[in-house]
């Protein structure tokens, strides 16, 4: 692996984290509040077993409530730029877009545990976790990306009564209203419920850009039928107006242009009609568990969604004129509708052969959904707009062209997993057949793929344990056919990793470091004649090392720190000289979050965080003609929380206020990130 760290180092530096770790073990444990996650078991979505997060082969981690409450965080980047590996690094602000282990990976987002199916920004307060599982996942949960997936759980009721109102208010007209409240519905906490609302009104620094208004709800209930059986319904509301901000060229803002540089704050679209995205979406579902025993139990998760979306009043850049001053853009009007279904069910049961322990899973997952798209272009006349001497009144409507779709998927999956312990040494394997069928006007697609799943962990001493696995990936290419016509191979991924996994048993810190190598084959790949025709030629690999931590440093002082290596590039393709770097990649990415609240005293609750994350620079594009530069962001925040209930937290973002180019997809889309922003948020919690 050129230029990485070997598995020596990894131990090496897993090791000394290990040192430093011990030391935060003999301190007192309590703390008025927390960020970090070190359960010594990982959450059934995540593993769908509820296994050892010692005894999992595969590096999983985990961002907790509290940390996504600390950053204070209003787009998914945000919290996932603490995560080793994660690059998120969305070239619009309207979508989660991020890359795992080099590979994008926005397009196979889950929702507690089942396909999210669109990529628009979630509702932070919608979420009680993020979990980010590495590596190929096929072998569980079907169609996804080599890098990995992002696993987002809902908030759930609680049995105890509470109720927590807050309002934030803060730079570029932001308020945010939020409320959250649940308990019981009966004496004997049966049945108890949840209620999670919120507002959100935030502004944007461009010019002529109001920035995004959501409303979101999120009621839930759970109820206990018996002492071996519960559900629990979780249902989401939200109705978004998003004022996109708009891409921007590369010229001018991080390449030299002749005419000179342009201000991050300008935009490049109709103040008068500026673009919009509605987003309407709903979504009802149950978890469902019954123990048969204390060996047997079926779970069950269902969920269907709709979705509306309208996209208008949208102008894409088309290229830039000789002049390197006149940028032509055409319309892009879309009107969508989207409906999901769901349906997971799991048998997990434990038994014993001889001195051999097994915990089996016994799964099959079916998915549906049904895609109506309208998407409208106007490339008559093209918009001609003067990037240094602006003239808003060249913006026109045009004559919009309809080009409309529909797409009907189903997916249907049988999967098993066995987790065989002896001793020290838990061997996991398991594998899924995949079965999908697509449907549209003019081809009948049907794919089917076996991936399997192998590892095994061994623990060295108690809370010291290093892993080894193999892993497939699976992704269907709908819609893309061959110089014949005829449909493209599905994608497909493998994963060698190694790791170290360290766990202390009171809770104190969890490191993981592991270095691994992915291989992405059947990468659809453009061919010049005739358009629209593709081939399967295309290869990329990704090597790396990463380490993530979760750390109690002391008594009220934590720690999150992640480091990655990722060296990704394209080994074979027709159309993208071989040994580019795929976009929105670092080499190098480190963040650290650290929060130190006062225990004792008059000033007891007083806490303060800093943190921050630094990317290398990344390809602006696939033939990496151009790089997005490296950039540094510092945020910060001072909290204070009164025995009474009352609560109060100043967050600063992008303390140093830097200017930065968050992304890019080519040169014409460049998306610059936030300059600094100020919020200031007061909460009552009873």
């Not at 080994?571 to 795929?582: I, V």
Request: aromatic share 10%; with cysteine.
């Amino acid at each position: 692996m050129k230029r990485s760290l070997d598995a020596t180092s990894a131990l090496a530096i897993c090791a000394a984290l290990s040192a430093s770790a011990a030391q935060a073990q003999n301190s007192d444990a309590e703390t008025l509040d927390t960020i970090i996650v070190t359960q010594s078991r990982i959450q059934e979505h995540v593993t769908k077993m509820g296994s050892s997060s010692l005894e999992t082969p595969q590096n999983i981690q985990v961002l907790s409530e509290g940390f996504l409450k600390d950053m204070g965080v209003s787009l998914l980047d945000d919290a996932l730029r603490n995560v080793a590996g994660v690059s998120a690094s969305s070239f619009v602000y309207a979508y989660d877009l991020p890359s795992i282990r080099g590979f994008p990976a926005g397009g196979f987002t889950l929702l507690d545990g089942l396909p999210r199916t669109v990529s628009l920004n979630i509702e932070p307060q919608a979420l009680e976790r993020v979990e980010v599982i590495k590596g190929p996942t096929s072998a569980l949960y079907g169609q996804g990306a080599p890098g990995g997936v992002i696993n987002l759980v809902s908030k759930r009721p609680v049995k105890k009564s509470f109720a927590d109102a807050s309002i934030t208010v803060g730079s570029y007209d932001m308020m945010i209203p939020a409320v959250d409240i649940g308990g019981s519905f009966d004496a004997d906490q049966n049945v108890y419920g949840r209620l999670n609302a919120l507002y959100r009104k935030e502004g944007s620094y461009v010019d002529y850009t109001d920035g995004v208004t959501r409303l979101f709800l999120g009621p839930s209930l759970t109820w206990e039928i018996n002492p071996d059986t519960e559900i629990t319904f979780i249902s989401h509301y939200s109705k978004e107006w998003n004022e996109l901000i708009p891409d921007r060229p590369a010229t001018g803002l991080i390449l030299p242009n002749p005419h000179g540089k342009l201000s991050p704050r300008q935009t490049i679209e109709d103040p008068d009609s500026p673009p919009q995205i509605d987003q309407r979406y709903a979504s009802i579902g149950y978890e469902f568990e019954h123990r048969f025993n204390e060996r047997l139990k079926v779970v069950q998760n269902v969920r269907q969604s709709w979705t509306d979306l309208d996209y208008y009043n949208i102008y894409q850049p088309l290229f830039l004129d000789a002049d390197q001053r006149t940028l032509y853009l055409y319309g892009n009007d879309l009107d969508e509708s989207r409906r999901s279904l769901g349906i997971d069910t799991l048998l997990i049961g434990s038994f014993d052969t001889g001195s051999v322990q097994h915990r089996l899973a016994v799964g099959f997952e079916y998915g549906r959904q049904r895609v109506d798209s309208k998407p409208s272009y106007a490339f008559s006349p093209l918009v001609a707009f003067d990037l240094f001497a602006p003239d808003y009144s060249v913006f026109q409507r045009g004559d919009f062209v309809q080009s409309p779709s529909l797409r009907e998927d189903e997916s249907e999956g049988l999967y098993v997993q066995d987790e065989i312990k002896v001793g020290r040494l838990t061997v996991t394997a398991g594998g899924r057949f995949n079965w999908v069928n697509v449907q549209t006007a003019t081809s009948d697609e049907n794919h089917d793929a076996f991936v399997p799943r192998v590892g095994a962990t061994y623990e060295l001493r108690p809370g010291l344990a290093g892993y080894a696995s193999y892993s497939e990936s699976f992704n269907p290419q709908v819609g893309m056919l061959d110089v014949e016509g005829r449909p493209l191979d599905p994608e497909s991924g493998e994963q060698y990793e190694l790791g170290l996994k360290l766990l202390s048993s009171d809770g104190r810190f969890n490191v993981t470091s592991a270095i691994y190598e992915i291989t992405r084959s059947n990468v659809a790949s453009a061919l010049p004649a005739p358009a629209g025709r593709y081939d399967t030629s295309g290869r990329q690999r990704s090597r790396g090392f990463e380490i993530d931590s979760q750390i109690q440093l002391r008594r009220g002082w934590e720690m999150i720190a992640s480091y990655a290596y990722t060296d990704v590039e394209v080994l074979e393709d027709y159309s993208t000289p071989k040994g580019s770097w795929p976009v929105n990649v670092p080499r190098q990415a480190a963040s650290l979050w650290t929060k130190y609240v006062i225990q004792d005293g008059p000033l007891q609750g007083l806490g303060f965080s800093l943190g921050g994350s630094h990317y290398t620079k990344m390809a602006g594009d696939p033939a990496n003609t151009f790089f997005v530069p490296a950039y540094t962001l510092v945020n910060a925040n001072v909290s204070y929380v009164r025995p009474n209930g009352f609560n109060a937290q100043l967050n600063v973002d992008n303390v140093l206020d830097e200017f930065y180019a968050a992304g890019a997809f080519t040169d014409m889309f460049v998306n610059y990130g936030r300059p600094r922003t100020v919020r200031l948020t007061i909460g009552w919690s009873l």
